[in-house]
């Protein structure tokens, strides 16, 4: 039974950093291509930021570009989403995501990878004011 769990959400004012973090578990065999998509109020889910196993390659949606830094720990069970200089415009629930493919982490931020991810944390709450 696969499982991510997301912490880390909160509240801050404009040019503030918050610092998510992922924990997997109940994956045993592979290592997970895992990223982060948020889903703003009446907006669709949008890929933020992806990081593929073995090569640990980085993907980022072009909005976050520069401010959000997507890293994993060494047993890449684990990752973290730094964010900096957040806008208002980031305020959304933040879901990590994760897949036993590779694939979906490579085609983030494509409105695609949202719908490949096969598994699915509960989302943390990030809002900007």
């Known amino acids: 039974h696969v499982q991510l769990v997301e912490s880390g959400g909160g509240s801050v004012q404009a040019g503030e950093s918050l610092r998510l973090s992922c924990a997997a578990s109940?994956?045993?065999?592979?290592?997970?291509?895992m990223g982060w998509v948020r889903q703003a109020p009446g907006k669709e889910r949008e890929g933020v930021a992806a990081?593929?196993?073995?090569?640990?390659?980085?993907y980022y949606g072009d909005s976050v570009k520069g401010r959000f830094t997507i890293s994993r720990d060494g047993a890449q069970r684990t990752i973290h989403l730094q964010m900096n200089r957040l806008e208002p415009e980031d305020t959304a629930i933040y879901y990590c995501?994760?897949?036993?493919?590779?694939?979906?982490?490579?085609?983030?931020?494509?409105?695609?990878?949202?719908?490949?991810?096969?598994?699915w944390g509960q989302g943390t709450q990030v809002t900007v004011s």
């Open positions: 990081i593929s196993p073995g090569s640990g390659r980085r």
């Open positions: 109940g994956i045993t065999y592979r290592n997970p291509c």
């Open positions: 995501a994760a897949d036993l493919a590779e694939y979906p982490c490579t085609i983030v931020p494509d409105s695609d990878a949202v719908r490949l991810f096969a598994y």
